[in-house]
């Protein structure tokens, strides 16, 4: 089942029964590296835009809240597809985590404009800044971290009091086959994610789930349409 990016790129696709060997089994930073090399994610065409949309449609946005003034910390902020968008809002800092240097790399580049976004090669099962942001997001990256309780952890001790942690949760399978290697993943459940975080100290509100409505540009359905692409959690830190 295709499961990611769009059509005409290698596609992300869900490995149900099909055979891996170990060796084509990569980390998740060397698989960023590797599309980094292929400039991908980078001047994605509008269909494919439309494509990634699917994770983070109004609806996340709307989540965000009220962005001007706010200091913001995106978890695996890739080549700054979603970072872009905050920037503009008028965020007063961004500050951008990734794991992958090559990604990073390009998001430096394309990002240059923005005076005020900080990129930093961490992974956050290591960043923490105690009280350092408003709102802190992940879209389409949790599905890497193998320890999410810790990562939570981290986030939400990033987040000033009354601050939102909103993530974009893929539907998430334990294997991410990219045709010539694949990655290992991590999955959850949306509940488990609520769970963890009224743990950790954040009031959850109900998980959303987005529906895919995507039409390909050939006027076809997307062949997840009218099916949950992804959920979006949202917590406020007590
Ligand atoms: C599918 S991409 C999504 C990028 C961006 N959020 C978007 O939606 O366009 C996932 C990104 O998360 C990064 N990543 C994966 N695991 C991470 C971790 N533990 N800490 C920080 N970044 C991570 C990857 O390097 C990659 O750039």
């Known amino acids: 089942m295709a499961h990611g990016y ?6 992300l696709a869900l490995n149900h029964g099909s055979e891996i060997d170990m060796e084509e089994i990569i980390t998740a930073q060397e698989h960023y590296d590797r599309l980094a090399d ?3 994610g980078r001047n994605d065409p509008p269909a494919l835009q439309s494509y990634m949309a699917r994770w983070d449609g109004p609806q996340f946005y709307e989540m965000l809240g009220r962005l001007p003034g706010r200091d913001v910390l995106e978890i695996g902020i890739g080549v700054g597809r979603v970072a872009r968008k905050v920037l503009k809002a008028g965020c007063h800092c961004l500050t951008g985590l990734d794991i992958s240097p ?9 990002l240059a404009e923005f005076a005020n976004l900080e990129l930093l090669q961490a992974d ?4 923490r800044r105690d009280e350092g942001f408003d709102v802190a997001y992940s879209v389409l990256t949790f599905m890497h971290v193998e320890n999410k309780e810790k990562a939570l952890r981290n986030i939400v001790a990033s987040l000033r009091p009354g601050g939102a942690v909103v993530l974009s949760i893929d539907r998430e399978s334990d294997l991410l086959n990219f045709q010539e290697w694949a990655v290992r993943l991590y999955p959850w459940p949306p509940e488990q994610y609520a769970a963890a975080l009224e743990q950790i100290g954040c009031d959850v509100s109900e998980p959303v789930p987005l529906i895919d409505s995507l039409i390909r540009p050939d006027g076809k359905a997307s062949d997840t349409y009218g099916e949950r692409v992804a959920t979006l959690i949202r917590g406020t830190k007590r």
């Open 38 to 40: 292929q400039d991908h």
């Open 124 to 127: 956050i099962c290591d960043f």
């Open 102 to 110: 090559k990604t990073l790399a390009i998001a430096q580049t394309d």
């Open 6 to 11: 769009g059509w005409g790129v290698p596609v």
